[in-house]
């Protein structure tokens, strides 16, 4: 099956400091990505979309200037975290959109904020 | 707005029990309902979907529009079950209920 890739699988950042984590799709071009937020034992809460050739678009409540969003590539989207605090710290998972209701989640990057 | 709602966020059984894990959605047309799975340290991963009406690794789910539920039903439990369950709805987006815990004890 198609298989969708994040870089890194866990990083630890310093308070203030930017992180980007990427999401590639390695079986197919897909011109929308999704990016989600998971805290533990909880449900994906969605952040944004990535558009491939467009501005991103953002969830209400969800902070475009924080969490930079660009669809790099047919294959590429990359998510950045600005000036990262502690209320940061989470699992972020981007998921591909497939075949009809074919959806391929990323294994999910933890991101944890010092 | 579509909504899914899973009313119970941990469900605890004996490895041989039933298992239900309950799911509402609200919806106003008609709805694609699918069933995820994530297993501790994994992806997320599709578990079943109304449409194909299949059973994987025991688990099956009927849509019943009357009650507007969809819930994941398996007749007997086994260990390997335990995961965090999510009901998710489909349309233009895909909304998840919150997920709920199986936890199957030997």
């Known amino acids: ?10 990083v630890i950042c310093k308070s203030g400091t930017s992180v980007k ?3 590639r799709s390695l079986d197919f071009q897909a011109t929308t990505m999704f990016w989600y937020r998971q805290f533990p034992k909880q449900s994906l809460m969605l952040m944004a979309t990535s558009n491939e050739g467009s501005k991103a678009t953002y969830e209400q409540g969800v902070e475009k200037d924080k969490f930079l969003i660009n669809h790099a590539s047919l294959t590429l989207s990359t998510l950045t975290v600005t000036s990262a605090h502690p209320e940061d710290s989470s699992f972020y998972i981007c998921r591909v959109p497939g075949q009809i209701y074919e959806q391929y989640f990323g294994p999910g990057t933890r991101l944890t904020v010092t | ?3 899914v709602t ?6 605890s059984v004996f490895k041989g029990a039933p298992v239900e894990l309950k799911c509402n959605y609200s919806y106003s047309g008609s709805p694609e309902l699918f069933w995820y799975v994530q297993y501790s340290r994994q992806r997320l991963q ?11 690794k ?3 789910a009927d849509l019943n529009k009357g009650e507007t539920s969809f819930h994941l039903k398996k007749p007997f439990a086994q260990e390997e079950d ?13 909304t998840f209920g919150k ?3 199986l936890s199957v004890r030997p």
């Open chain 2, 99 to 101: 997920g709920i815990t």
């Open chain 1, 1 to 10: 099956g198609a298989v969708v890739s994040q870089h890194p699988s866990w």
């Open chain 2, 58 to 60: 025991g688990f099956t």
């Open chain 2, 1 to 3: 707005a579509q909504r």
């Open chain 2, 6 to 11: 899973q009313p119970e966020k941990l469900l």
């Open chain 1, 21 to 23: 984590i990427e999401c």
């Open chain 2, 82 to 94: 335990s995961a965090m369950y999510y009901c998710a709805l489909i349309n233009s987006k895909l």
């Open chain 2, 46 to 56: 599709l578990l079943l979907r109304h449409i194909s009406r299949e059973s994987i």
